[in-house]
């Protein structure tokens, strides 16, 4: 006969994560990838040049280079610690990120821009390096989660310059920027439920006056001889 050990109600194997955990991270990560690419449309680039007097160059150091180095960073403290504190790394990430685009949406000259760039791209980083490590160890299929997001990532990733593009083209570049900040405030929104839940679902079982946590309900008491 082999023991029978209890676990939390929503214990799953292998420390496993449920899919619905990641929505709030993925919405984010889904963003922070849209904004990489989404300065580079042709109208939205000249606009932003022109309203913060950046050259070229100086316009992709702190547009392009400053985002990537600041993703890579905080990239990897999300790899590292977004399997053990998803909701902490993903709450502070997303406030990074909100604070880093409204920064850049209302930035008066290119030192505040570049401050919001380095901010929502470390923001951005540790939402994605987060989602990555937890993704692969979600529900039973991590490899359709995986693939899931990283076709999802792709498509923001390819998407972004077209939209601001539009919106440059109608409004300002400015927009491109602020209207980021419904997806991210619905992915804070939603990674503080999700760890709300987690956190009340995963309590682990009460033990009993012998020191003994109770079984899960249906399953025989440890040692209980089988029934006849």
């Given at each position: 006969?082999?023991?029978?050990?209890?676990?939390g109600?929503?214990?799953?194997?292998?420390?496993?994560?449920?899919?619905?955990?990641l929505?709030?991270?993925?919405?984010?990560?889904?963003?922070?990838?849209?904004?990489?690419?989404?300065?580079?449309?042709?109208?939205?680039?000249?606009?932003?040049?022109?309203?913060?007097?950046?050259?070229?160059?100086?316009?992709?150091?702190?547009?392009?280079?400053?985002?990537?180095?600041?993703?890579?960073?905080?990239?990897?403290?999300?790899?590292?610690?977004?399997?053990?504190?998803?909701?902490?790394?993903?709450?502070?990430?997303?406030?990074?990120?909100?604070t880093?685009?409204?920064?850049n949406?209302?930035?008066?000259?290119?030192?505040?821009?570049?401050?919001g760039?380095?901010?929502?791209?470390?923001?951005?980083?540790?939402?994605?390096?987060?989602?990555?490590?937890?993704?692969?160890?979600?529900?039973?299929?991590?490899?359709?989660?995986?693939?899931?997001?990283?076709?999802?990532?792709?498509?923001?990733?390819?998407?972004?310059?077209?939209?601001?593009q539009?919106?440059?083209?109608?409004?300002?570049?400015?927009?491109?920027?602020?209207?980021?900040?419904?997806?991210?405030?619905?992915?804070?929104?939603?990674?503080?439920?999700?760890g709300?839940?987690?956190?009340?679902?995963?309590?682990?079982?009460?033990?009993?006056?012998?020191?003994?946590?109770?079984?899960?309900?249906?399953?025989?008491?440890?040692?209980?001889?089988?029934?006849?």
């Amino acid at each position: 006969m082999h023991d029978q050990q209890p676990q939390g109600n929503a214990a799953l194997p292998g420390g496993e994560r449920p899919v619905w955990a990641l929505i709030g991270p993925g919405i984010a990560a889904l963003t922070g990838l849209y904004l990489l690419t989404m300065p580079f449309g042709p109208a939205a680039r000249l606009s932003l040049q022109s309203d913060l007097v950046l050259s070229s160059q100086s316009a992709l150091l702190t547009t392009l280079v400053a985002y990537l180095i600041s993703a890579t960073a905080g990239g990897a403290l999300g790899v590292g610690l977004g399997g053990r504190l998803l909701t902490t790394v993903g709450m502070t990430a997303i406030a990074l990120m909100i604070t880093g685009v409204l920064l850049n949406a209302f930035a008066p000259d290119a030192g505040i821009y570049l401050t919001g760039r380095v901010l929502s791209g470390l923001g951005a980083g540790g939402v994605v390096g987060a989602t990555v490590a937890v993704a692969r160890r979600a529900g039973r299929s991590p490899g359709a989660v995986v693939a899931i997001l990283a076709g999802l990532g792709l498509l923001a990733l390819i998407l972004g310059p077209f939209i601001n593009q539009g919106l440059s083209s109608a409004l300002t570049w400015r927009l491109g920027y602020l209207i980021t900040v419904l997806p991210l405030v619905v992915g804070l929104i939603a990674a503080a439920v999700s760890g709300f839940v987690l956190l009340l679902t995963r309590r682990p079982a009460q033990p009993n006056s012998a020191g003994m946590p109770y079984p899960p309900a249906g399953q025989r008491p440890w040692n209980a001889p089988p029934e006849t």
